[in-house]
């Protein structure tokens, strides 16, 4: 099926640091998503993403929709110890009954 | 107040049991999901109601049976449960055609 590229696996910054994270696939996406997992908890959505070249924040994040429609970023401005976390992106090929495929995460580690 | 709740948030029992997990979201949506993670965190849909009938059955085992009987509630029962079941299931809503999926809490089963 459907594969997602997450890169970085995992990250280990210092407090205060930006972060930066991405996400391609070799298919066109019409959908970017961006959550955040805590540990023993559901993913929560961060940013949603609708169409190519779509620059969207939310506080100290930021997301990009890739303008070839293949990938995405996630940036985190000004790391704070509660930033840690997996980030996933997600998305979707098509409108409709089409599944979410998910990344298979960021794994970020903030040093205080 | 939680929009998708899941009940239990932990089960534990022996291969060849029958176990059921529920999911209530009371957010109004009217699509509903399963997705399975696995221990590496990779996220994987397995199942999609839109108004109490399927609309995504991923290749998931048959002993695993998604039940609906309302948009606001999806149950899932599985059967005859083996070691490799043992994952973290998390229901999810989404508005049909809202590309933003809310996720539950999560139940870890554990086969053992």
């Known amino acids: 099926g459907q594969q997602l590229n997450q890169s970085p696996q995992s990250m280990f910054i210092q407090e205060g640091e930006d972060v930066s994270m991405n996400c391609t696939s070799s298919s066109i996406f019409n959908t970017w998503l961006w959550y955040k997992q805590d540990p023993g908890e559901g993913p929560v959505l961060l940013i949603a993403?609708?169409?190519?070249?779509e620059l969207t924040s939310n506080g100290r994040l930021t997301a990009q929709f890739g303008i070839t429609r293949k990938d995405s970023f996630l940036n985190i401005s000004a790391s704070i110890p509660s930033d840690v976390g997996i980030y996933f992106c997600a998305g979707f090929t098509n409108s409709g009954n089409t599944p979410l495929v998910f990344g298979k995460g960021t794994r970020l580690s903030v040093i205080a | 107040d939680t929009a998708v709740s899941q009940t239990p948030k932990y089960l534990v029992t022996q291969m060849g049991n029958d176990k059921s997990i529920k999911c209530e979201q009371n957010?109004?949506?009217?699509?509903m999901y399963w997705y399975k993670q696995d221990s590496k965190k990779f996220l994987k849909i397995m199942f999609s109601y839109n108004n109490k009938e399927l609309i995504i059955n991923e290749t998931v085992p048959n002993r695993f049976s998604p039940k609906s009987p309302d948009k606001a509630h999806l149950n899932l029962h599985i059967n005859s449960l083996e070691l490799g079941d043992s994952a973290v299931y998390f229901c999810?809503?989404?508005?049909?055609?809202?590309?933003?999926?809310?996720f539950g809490p999560g139940t870890r089963l554990t086969v053992t």
């Open positions: 957010l109004g949506h009217d699509t």
């Open positions: 999810a809503s989404s508005q049909l055609g809202g590309w933003g999926q809310y």
């Open positions: 993403l609708y169409k190519a070249g």
